[in-house]
Each structure stands twice: as structure tokens, then as C-alpha cells.
């Protein structure tokens, strides 16, 4: 099979011997929308610029429909950038905006126009082709930037925090706007972004980056819900992290012995081993609370935990529970606000949740 894009064991050292990206591996199917997220530094943009070509590749091979780019100069490579911000010339017209990288290539003006045309027609810029760029609102502006990446034909299109610098409102509408773009036009999106939620919402799979290396690339749902790194488990999502040995394995599902005694959840790393060092990730959603007396509100739960009411807040229709366990660490529990509605006669308080939805992961020995 050949992919859209394939990074094979792709590395950059940087001429000061920072190791910015190591052994990066990633193969993406046609019309797939993947995205690059980690903390500050991990990597993600240095990633994006190697397979634009605006930086040099130390190690491996980028590859584009089989094809080996890694000595192409960016002109020369199937891919479109678009910048933060969308990076448009404010002086220039819509059309002039979009003519622009074919106009770079050297196309007659006969050919950039009528391709031009071709491209606001798509995303429906028509009406405002000879407005100039620096009066649009934010969703024509990334129409705009699309047009401008999208027309010289991409395989790829590479985006670098494109939303990082619209308000929330603004972000969230463009949000959905991208994402049905992207669908209708059918090429592969690779997404840099800082904004977690923004990952989740819009990616087909998510590429988890920790200084320089790949933690876990898995799809939005199997990601927040699967994690299989403790660094993924902390990052993405809001879990509590219970570490311990793993005690037994029952096919899928494994035993770890705790602090707390012995927890459960689905086994996510099948080279972990009986006496591994090992933890059990909890999605804080997955958790309820009953009353320290009111076991019976728990049948069922399969695993419990003590704990103290420290406080709780309301926003709109969540309520966050901040819950402190024996071992002196807070955790956070999310739920509906009305879920808890009768409240609690003490602050002692019991956990529960069904290990099914408790995951276990290899952890720091
Ligand atoms: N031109 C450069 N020369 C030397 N080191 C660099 C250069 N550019 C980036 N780095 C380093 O490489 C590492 C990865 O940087 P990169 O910008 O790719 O991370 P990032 O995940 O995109 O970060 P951010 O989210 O802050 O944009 C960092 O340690 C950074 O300081």
C-alpha cells in the first residue's frame, strides 16, 4: 500500500546539537486529518518544517505517495503551508492573495486566473475576490489562506497553529468550517496546534509528541480514553494516575496492587509483565462519588476508593468535584451538575468507577 505521507524513523538535530525530533514514525492514508500535539518545545513545528522543507532532515526519510522528498526544496514538494495568523498580504486583493503561489511558479496570468477562480468558486469567495485581505472577518480569512494553499494542487496541506491567534468564538466556528473543508476536498491535513480540544475535535488520528518522540498516535477517542503512556495519560484528558505493581493478568484485563490495594482496568500494553512497575489510569468522567456510608450506591463498581470532599464548582452545566485521597494527592472529578443534586451528609466520601473503563499502563519504575 502506498500512504499520502510516510515519516520513517525521521530525526533533526539542530546545528547546536539540540535533538529536536527523534525516530519519528507515521504513515497516513489519503484524505486523512492528523494532528501534532505536546507540550512547548516536544517537536511538533520542527516536524511540520521538515516535510514543508523549510528544514533540513537529519535522520530517515519523508516520503509523499511513495515518493522520497527529502532533498526537494519547498517549492518543489507536494505540499502548501498555511501560517499562524494565515499570514495573508493585507494589501493584496482576495485574488491576488490566492494567485500568488502560482505566480510564484511562474504560470501565465491566463492560467492563474482561470485556477484561481476555480478555487473561490470551491470556497465560495467570489463575491469578495478584488476586496483586499486586511478588511475580512476571520472565517474569509481562512477561506482565503485555504484558497492560497489549496490552488497550487497540494497532496499535503500543513498547517502551523493556524487558529492560534482567533479569539474562542471565532476559533470554534473555523473549527467546524476546517473540518467540513477538509472533508469536501478530500486531501491530507497535518495540524500543529497547542489547543488540546481543538486536536480532539477536528483529528481523524492524533500524533502525541514528548521531547522529540512519538508517546502515541491513536485516534481521538481511543487516545483520551486508551492512553497508553503515563506522559499521554497526563496530558490529554483529565485521569487520575494510580501507580503500583501489576499483580495478575486475566486476558484483557489486569491487576495492579496500589496504595489503595488492588485496582483494575483493561490491560493497554500487552509486553507488561507480572511484577512490572504499572499504573491504573481513571478518566476523571468515569468516576461517581456516594456518601462514605452509602456503599450500596456503588454496587456494581468493582473497584473503590476512600476519599474527602475538598470543594466543588459549578460552571454552566459541570460540576467539578476536587476530591483528596489518603495518600494526599487532590484529584478532580467532572460530572453534570445535576447528577449530585442531593449533595452529601459528610465530606468523607467513597470513589467508584467499573474497571472496564480504567485503563493499565506501564509506569516509571
Ligand atoms: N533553529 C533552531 N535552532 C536550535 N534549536 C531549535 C531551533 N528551532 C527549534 N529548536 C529547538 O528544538 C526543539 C523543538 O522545537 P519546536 O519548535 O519544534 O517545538 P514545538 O513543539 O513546535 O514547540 P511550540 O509548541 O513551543 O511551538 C526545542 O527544544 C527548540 O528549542
Not at 509486553?271 to 462514605?292: C, K, M, N, Q, R
Not at 470543594?311 to 451538575?337: F, K, M, N, W, Y
Amino acid at each position: 500500500m502506498t500512504y499520502d505521507l510516510e515519516l520513517v524513523r525521521v530525526g533533526k538535530t539542530y546545528a547546536d546539537g539540540t535533538p529536536a525530533v527523534i525516530d519519528f514514525d507515521l504513515r497516513a492514508t489519503k484524505g486523512e486529518f492528523i494532528s501534532f500535539v505536546g507540550p512547548s518545545g516536544c517537536g511538533k513545528t520542527t516536524t511540520l518544517r521538515m516535510i514543508a522543507g523549510f528544514e533540513g532532515i537529519s535522520a530517515g526519510d519523508v516520503l509523499v505517495r511513495g515518493r522520497r522528498i527529502n532533498d526537494l526544496p519547498p517549492e518543489r514538494r507536494p505540499t502548501s503551508t498555511i501560517f499562524q495568523n494565515f499570514a495573508l498580504f493585507p494589501h493584496m486583493t482576495v485574488r491576488d492573495n490566492i494567485e500568488y503561489g502560482l505566480r510564484v511558479k511562474g504560470l501565465p496570468a491566463a492560467e492563474r486566473r482561470a485556477k484561481a477562480d476555480r478555487m473561490m468558486q470551491v470556497l465560495d469567495l467570489a463575491d469578495i475576490a478584488e476586496r483586499r485581505s486586511a478588511g475580512l472577518s476571520g472565517g474569509q480569512r481562512q477561506r482565503t489562506a485555504l484558497a492560497r494553499g489549496l490552488v497550487v494542487e497540494p497532496d499535503i496541506l500543513l498547517l502551523d497553529e493556524p487558529l492560534g491567534a482567533l479569539d474562542a468564538n471565532l476559533r470554534k466556528s473555523i473549527q467546524a468550517e476546517l473540518k467540513l473543508l477538509q472533508r469536501n476536498i478530500g486531501i491530507t491535513f497535518v495540524f500543529v496546534t497547542h489547543a488540546q480540544s481543538e486536536a480532539l475535535a477536528l483529528s481523524d488520528r492524533i500524533v502525541v509528541m514528548n521531547r522529540g518522540r512519538v508517546e502515541q498516535i491513536s485516534p481521538p477517542e481511543e487516545l483520551y480514553r486508551r492512553p497508553q503512556t503515563e506522559f499521554v495519560a497526563r496530558f490529554i484528558g483529565r485521569n487520575t494516575v494510580l501507580p503500583g505493581r501489576l499483580e495478575a493478568r486475566d486476558g484483557a484485563v489486569a491487576r495492579v496492587g496500589t496504595g489503595f490495594g488492588p485496582l483494575h482496568g483493561t490491560l493497554n500494553d500487552p509486553t507488561l509483565a507480572v511484577g512490572d512497575a504499572a499504573a491504573v489510569v481513571v478518566p476523571s468522567e468515569a468516576i461517581d462519588v456516594a456518601g462514605a456510608g452509602d456503599a450500596a450506591a456503588l454496587a456494581g463498581h468493582g473497584d473503590t476508593l476512600p476519599g474527602r470532599l475538598i470543594g466543588q464548582a459549578v460552571t454552566g452545566h459541570a460540576l467539578h468535584l476536587t476530591i483528596g485521597l489518603a495518600d494526599g494527592r487532590e484529584i478532580g472529578v467532572e460530572s453534570h451538575v445535576d447528577k449530585y443534586a442531593a449533595g452529601w451528609s459528610s465530606a468523607e466520601v467513597v470513589l467508584g468507577w467499573r474497571p472496564a473503563e480504567a485503563t493499565v499502563i506501564r509506569a516509571a519504575a
